[in-house]
Nanobody, 120 residues
Framework: QVQLVESGGGLVQAGGSLRLSCAASGSIFSIRAMGWYRQTPGNQRELVASITASGTTTYAGSVKGRFTISRDNAKNTVYLQMNSLKPEDTAVYYC??????????????WGQGTQVTVSS
């Protein structure tokens, strides 16, 4: 069983920065892709950023140039550096460990989420 624990959320003014962290238990972190998602009430959970085991990153268009995803395999941790925050970034942010390639979502793991609130 894998446990993911997010931290680093909070309240910040527009234009400010936050860094989210997601610490993973277990020994499989380094060989699994990781992602950050966010969700607001009444909306679908959306992919914000992802990073493969080899370090390839992807970003939602709305955050490209402002957010950076990274991973530290020695610490079993994935990060989301969020700069130039906007009120529309307000959401609960979730960390995900992706299933191996070819196996769909059967072996996905999710964190509990951390609230990010950006005030105008």
């Amino acid at each position: 069983q894998v446990q993911l624990v997010e931290s680093g959320g909070g309240l910040v003014q527009a234009g400010g920065s936050l860094r989210l962290s997601c610490a993973a238990s277990g020994s499989i972190f380094s060989i699994r892709a990781m992602g950050w998602y966010r969700q607001t009430p009444g909306n679908q959970r959306e992919l914000v950023a992802s990073i493969t085991a080899s370090g390839t990153t992807t970003y939602a268009g709305s955050v490209k140039g402002r957010f950076t995803i990274s991973r530290d395999n020695a610490k079993n941790t994935v990060y989301l550096q969020m700069n130039s925050l906007k009120p529309e970034d307000t959401a609960v942010y979730y960390c995900k460990m992706a299933s191996p390639v070819g196996l769909g979502g059967k072996y996905d793991y999710w964190g509990q989420g951390t609230q990010v609130t950006v005030s105008s």
